[in-house]
């Protein structure tokens, strides 16, 4: 019978240090989000308000945050195969 290769401990550790480290970016972009000024006030960031009615759609914040996201990652990823 044959079995599957098993992660060795190598493997589980860099994949915990690795959330590790994703949690603490995100820890320190949560505690400094109110100190960026520019950050959800884009042009291109729809504001509508009407009355009691208040909408606010973040287009070109949620865009430019999923290209540096996208970009970390990938950085992430080039380290993490070699």
């Known amino acids: 019978m044959r079995?599957?290769?098993?992660?060795?401990?190598?493997?589980?550790?860099?994949a915990i240090?690795?959330?590790g480290a994703?949690?603490?970016?995100?820890?320190?972009a949560v505690t400094f989000w109110d100190r960026i000024p520019w950050l959800g006030k884009l042009p291109g960031d729809i504001h509508y308000r009407r009355g009691n009615f208040h909408?606010?759609?973040p287009i070109v914040t949620s865009v430019l945050l999923s290209v540096l996201?996208?970009?970390v990652f990938?950085?992430?990823?080039r380290f993490v195969r070699h």
């Open 17 to 19: 240090i690795l959330v």
């Open 74 to 77: 990938w950085i992430i990823a």
């Open 55 to 57: 909408a606010y759609f």
């Open 3 to 14: 079995f599957r290769k098993s992660l060795s401990m190598d493997h589980v550790g860099k």
């Open 69 to 71: 996201l996208s970009l």
């Open 22 to 28: 994703v949690l603490v970016v995100v820890g320190i």
